[in-house]
């Protein structure tokens, strides 16, 4: 008998689990669950709230996990609609004796409401690990745009969202501040910051592509997002809008209000009437999350003429580091969504994100694993975003010191911040890979080096540990 391959590709219907399993939710209607008003009103924002949904089932463990991790670790507050908490252990209700566990298994809660054990106790956080990992402050050209590759910028319109992700990006501006982590704050009115965005993109032809972004466009009145967007529709060289949310997953019912369809048909018209391309980016991690709901709303998006809905989900272990489970979700949201897998991102440096964080090595394997069972164009790319480059595929590095866990990437453009960097474009740039994830000898190597603090001392951390592999491989050649 031949071996079966690695996975096997099923047809899946997609399901709404049932949320009377939870004890608060048992009366709520179907009218009710589909109303973003009783959504955005029953988000789940304490741990007194969390307890209220899930009645006295969960052992008290799981409670004081959450608390330690909320004082100790978190860098994101809890913030988590129904819908959300809905596709935590979906079979399971909370009063069932298997709840507990299943609950501190789920993916889904894995990384949207972390708990203590969930993170390294040897070494939570990388030495490079840092707030704004990829330095996006550092290259904006106005508040909250950052102009990091040729021709496109990042727009942060807002700094919040409908439900907060425990490994954000941008937690040092996205939410609200936690004991570990006091939030960075716009100073700018959002009007003032509107009016510099948009006139910096009037007075630079070469940007071509926006992507519109925050927090998350979901909360913001639609009133003033299309706004926004109509100012940015006038803008001749913007050929390319991209609209972040992922609110369509954790909010769908948003993106089915009456008003905000209309408006979008509305953007969809004049775009297409100028020939510029808006499309929607999501965020989904698991196929889980990828309900009738979130089907529904894609569809209601698509329906308006714009562009496209794809995914960009966040690489994570525990989570969906694992082909089979990518597959599963890439095939949950190419069959029944319309959405389109795109990327996958390895989950950035940031504290205490060592538990999520897979090597280069693993995201290369993975990407292989997913080659040939998507169609092409539906088969997502794997990318590291690397800090002072920006995304990379996972192949493309230029060199990868596996023994210290460091990979060497290169860069074909400057950003704002490099413009007479005559270095910028030959010099290579690191990234680092969980350290726990090392052979021995490379673990030991770290825990001889002393703390960096400063871009000098990671230069020269990277040239110690290149040495030592130089003199590691000169010995076994001698
Ligand atoms: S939705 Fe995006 S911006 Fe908001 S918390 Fe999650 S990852 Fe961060």
Same mark, same amino acid.
């Given at each position: 008998m031949s071996p079966a391959d690695p996975y096997v590709y099923q047809a899946r219907e997609l399901v709404e689990p049932d949320w009377t399993r939870f004890p608060a939710w048992r009366?709520?209607?179907?009218?009710?669950?589909?109303?973003?008003?009783w959504q955005r009103a029953h988000c789940?924002?304490?741990?007194?709230?969390?307890?209220?949904?899930?009645?006295?089932?969960?052992n008290e463990r799981f409670y004081a996990d959450l608390e330690r991790d909320q004082a100790e670790r978190a860098t994101m507050s809890m913030l988590m609609p129904p819908q959300m908490v809905n596709t935590m252990v979906p079979g399971v209700a909370p009063n069932d004796p298997q709840a507990t566990e299943a609950l501190y298994a789920d993916p889904v809660r894995r990384y949207m409401l972390p708990v203590f054990p969930d993170r390294r106790i040897d070494r939570p956080s990388h030495p490079y690990a840092t707030r704004d990992s990829l330095h996006e402050q550092d290259m904006w050209v106005a508040e909250g745009l950052t102009h990091r590759y040729p021709t496109k910028v990042l727009a942060e319109l807002l700094p919040t969202c409908p439900q907060y992700c425990g490994h954000c990006t941008r937690m040092d501006l996205v939410g609200n501040s936690t004991p570990q982590v006091i939030k960075l704050?716009?100073?700018?009115?959002?009007?003032?910051?509107?009016?510099?965005?948009?006139?910096?993109?009037?007075?630079?032809?070469? @940007?071509?592509?926006?992507?519109?972004?925050?927090?998350? /466009? =979901?909360?913001?009145?639609?009133?003033? &997002?299309?706004?926004?967007?109509?100012?940015?529709?006038?803008?001749?060289?913007?050929?390319?809008?991209?609209?972040?949310?992922?609110?369509?997953?954790?909010?769908p019912q948003h993106w089915l209000q009456a008003e905000v369809r209309a408006g979008m048909e509305r953007l969809g018209a004049t775009a297409r009437d100028?020939?510029?391309?808006?499309?929607?980016?999501?965020? @989904?991690?698991?196929?889980?999350?990828?309900?009738?709901? /979130? =089907?529904?709303?894609?569809?209601?998006? &698509?329906d308006t003429g714009i562009r496209d809905v794809r995914n960009q989900g966040v690489l994570m272990a525990g989570v969906n580091a694992d082909a089979s489970q990518l597959l599963d979700l890439c095939f949950a949201l190419t069959d029944r969504t319309g959405i389109l897998p795109y990327y996958f991102y390895m989950c950035d440096m940031i504290p205490f994100s060592e538990h999520w964080r897979v090597s280069v090595a693993e995201a290369q394997r993975l990407q292989h694993a997913l080659m040939g069972y998507l169609p092409g164009f539906a088969t997502p790319r794997i990318v590291c975003d690397v800090p002072f480059v920006g995304k990379r595929w996972v192949h493309q590095l230029a060199d990868y010191d596996r023994e210290h866990g460091i990979s060497y990437w290169t860069k074909n453009y400057r950003t704002?911040?490099?413009?007479?960097?005559?270095?910028?474009?030959?010099?290579?740039?690191?990234?680092?890979?969980?350290?726990?994830?090392?052979?021995?000898?490379?673990?030991?190597w770290w825990e001889r080096q002393t703390a960096p603090d400063s871009r000098r001392q990671q230069v020269a951390a990277e040239q110690a540990a290149r040495a030592s592999r130089q003199a590691a491989t000169a010995q076994a050649s001698s």
């Amino acid at each position: 008998m031949s071996p079966a391959d690695p996975y096997v590709y099923q047809a899946r219907e997609l399901v709404e689990p049932d949320w009377t399993r939870f004890p608060a939710w048992r009366q709520v209607t179907t009218a009710e669950w589909e109303s973003v008003q009783w959504q955005r009103a029953h988000c789940v924002k304490t741990i007194g709230q969390l307890r209220a949904v899930l009645g006295d089932g969960i052992n008290e463990r799981f409670y004081a996990d959450l608390e330690r991790d909320q004082a100790e670790r978190a860098t994101m507050s809890m913030l988590m609609p129904p819908q959300m908490v809905n596709t935590m252990v979906p079979g399971v209700a909370p009063n069932d004796p298997q709840a507990t566990e299943a609950l501190y298994a789920d993916p889904v809660r894995r990384y949207m409401l972390p708990v203590f054990p969930d993170r390294r106790i040897d070494r939570p956080s990388h030495p490079y690990a840092t707030r704004d990992s990829l330095h996006e402050q550092d290259m904006w050209v106005a508040e909250g745009l950052t102009h990091r590759y040729p021709t496109k910028v990042l727009a942060e319109l807002l700094p919040t969202c409908p439900q907060y992700c425990g490994h954000c990006t941008r937690m040092d501006l996205v939410g609200n501040s936690t004991p570990q982590v006091i939030k960075l704050r716009f100073g700018a009115k959002p009007v003032d910051r509107y009016d510099a965005m948009i006139d910096y993109l009037r007075r630079s032809p070469g @940007v071509r592509d926006v992507v519109v972004s925050g927090g998350d /466009v =979901a909360n913001m009145p639609f009133t003033n &997002l299309e706004r926004f967007l109509e100012r940015l529709l006038e803008i001749d060289n913007i050929r390319d809008i991209r609209l972040a949310t992922k609110a369509l997953m954790g909010l769908p019912q948003h993106w089915l209000q009456a008003e905000v369809r209309a408006g979008m048909e509305r953007l969809g018209a004049t775009a297409r009437d100028r020939g510029v391309q808006i499309a929607i980016h999501t965020h @989904v991690n698991h196929a889980n999350s990828v309900t009738p709901l /979130v =089907a529904k709303a894609t569809r209601a998006m &698509l329906d308006t003429g714009i562009r496209d809905v794809r995914n960009q989900g966040v690489l994570m272990a525990g989570v969906n580091a694992d082909a089979s489970q990518l597959l599963d979700l890439c095939f949950a949201l190419t069959d029944r969504t319309g959405i389109l897998p795109y990327y996958f991102y390895m989950c950035d440096m940031i504290p205490f994100s060592e538990h999520w964080r897979v090597s280069v090595a693993e995201a290369q394997r993975l990407q292989h694993a997913l080659m040939g069972y998507l169609p092409g164009f539906a088969t997502p790319r794997i990318v590291c975003d690397v800090p002072f480059v920006g995304k990379r595929w996972v192949h493309q590095l230029a060199d990868y010191d596996r023994e210290h866990g460091i990979s060497y990437w290169t860069k074909n453009y400057r950003t704002s911040i490099e413009r007479d960097d005559l270095e910028a474009l030959t010099r290579t740039y690191a990234y680092y890979d969980p350290i726990h994830t090392l052979p021995t000898e490379g673990q030991r190597w770290w825990e001889r080096q002393t703390a960096p603090d400063s871009r000098r001392q990671q230069v020269a951390a990277e040239q110690a540990a290149r040495a030592s592999r130089q003199a590691a491989t000169a010995q076994a050649s001698s």
